[in-house]
C-alpha cells in the first residue's frame, strides 16, 4: 500500500468553459495535517468535492485512502470522515441519536456501536447530556461531537470544510488538539480554513490561486520564501494575485 493517504495528478474539473480546478498535483502522507486554503474562488470547496467522491474530475486521476477517485468512489467514502462547517449534525435528534445514527452510516456493529459511543461520550464529557438534543448545545460542544463522530468509524483520512468557522479563539484551540490527537492515532487530516493562524498548526500548507496550486510546503518554509512573518502575509501575497472572485 501506497505510504500516501491522498494522491492527485492533474486533477481537473470544468464547468462549461469554466476550469475550476486546473491540473492540481500534489500528495498527502499518511497521518499528516494537511492544510488546504484559497481565498473564495479559489477552487478548493470543488478540489474537496472531488477528493471526497462527491463529484468526477473532468480529468486528470487520484487515489484516496488507497482506493481510485474513478473506478472505487464507494470504497472511498467509506474510508473517510467529512465534517462540514456546519458540523453535520441534525438538530431535533439527541447526542446519542446522532451517533447512532452516524454509526450506523458508516457500518459499525451495534457490539463496536455501543462501545465507541461509550468511549466517546466519556471522551467528551457528554454522558449526562446523551439524550439532550444537539441544537440545545453550545456551539463548541457540538463542534468538538461533530468532529468525534466524523471518525467514529477510525477512518484513514478525515475531510474538515471550514470546520472552525464562528467559534471563539479559546474553543478553535481546543478543537485543534483533537484534530492533534487524531493525526497521532493515525489519521490523516485534510482541513480547509481561512483562519490563517491555524495554518501554521498544520505539517504543511497549499495554497490554491484561480483552480491551480500557487504554493505547497510547510508553514516556516513559505514565510522564508515569501520573506513573511506569518502565514497571513503569505496567503496576502498570493491571494492578490487572483483575477476571479467564483469558483
Known amino acids: 500500500m501506497s505510504d500516501y493517504a491522498i494522491e492527485a495528478r492533474e486533477l481537473t474539473k470544468k464547468f462549461g468553459d469554466f476550469t475550476a480546478v486546473d491540473q492540481i498535483t500534489f500528495d498527502v502522507s499518511e497521518g499528516e495535517i494537511f492544510g488546504f486554503l484559497g481565498a473564495n474562488g479559489a477552487g478548493k470547496t470543488t478540489a474537496m468535492r472531488m477528493l471526497i467522491a462527491l463529484s468526477f474530475p473532468t480529468s486528470g486521476s487520484a487515489t484516496v485512502a488507497g482506493f481510485?477517485?474513478?473506478?472505487?468512489?464507494?470504497?472511498?467514502?467509506?474510508?473517510?470522515?467529512?465534517?462540514?462547517?456546519?458540523?453535520?449534525?441534525?438538530?431535533?435528534?439527541?447526542?446519542?441519536?446522532?451517533?447512532?445514527?452516524?454509526?450506523?452510516?458508516?457500518?459499525?456493529?451495534?457490539?463496536?456501536?455501543?462501545?465507541?459511543?461509550?468511549e466517546l461520550l466519556q471522551r467528551l464529557g457528554l454522558e449526562s447530556e446523551s439524550g439532550q438534543l444537539v441544537g440545545s448545545l453550545p456551539l463548541g460542544w457540538k463542534q468538538k461531537l461533530a468532529f468525534s463522530v466524523a471518525i467514529l468509524h477510525r477512518p484513514r483520512i478525515v475531510f474538515l470544510d471550514e470546520p472552525t468557522g464562528g467559534v471563539d479563539p479559546v474553543t478553535r484551540r481546543a478543537f485543534w488538539e483533537m484534530i492533534y490527537e487524531a493525526a497521532a492515532s493515525g489519521i490523516t487530516v485534510f482541513v480547509t480554513t481561512h483562519y490563517m493562524d491555524e495554518a501554521e498548526y498544520c505539517d504543511r500548507v497549499s495554497i490554491m490561486v484561480d483552480g491551480r496550486i500557487d504554493a505547497l510546503d510547510t508553514p516556516s518554509n513559505l514565510k522564508k520564501s515569501y520573506s513573511a512573518a506569518s502565514m497571513d502575509e503569505v496567503f496576502l501575497q498570493l491571494a492578490r494575485k487572483a483575477t476571479r472572485a467564483d469558483g
Open 68 to 118: 481510485d477517485l474513478l473506478r472505487q468512489p464507494e470504497q472511498i467514502k467509506r474510508n473517510i470522515g467529512y465534517m462540514s462547517q456546519r458540523f453535520s449534525l441534525y438538530q431535533d435528534l439527541t447526542v446519542k441519536e446522532n451517533i447512532r445514527f452516524y454509526g450506523g452510516i458508516y457500518g459499525l456493529s451495534d457490539l463496536e456501536l455501543a462501545a465507541r459511543t461509550k
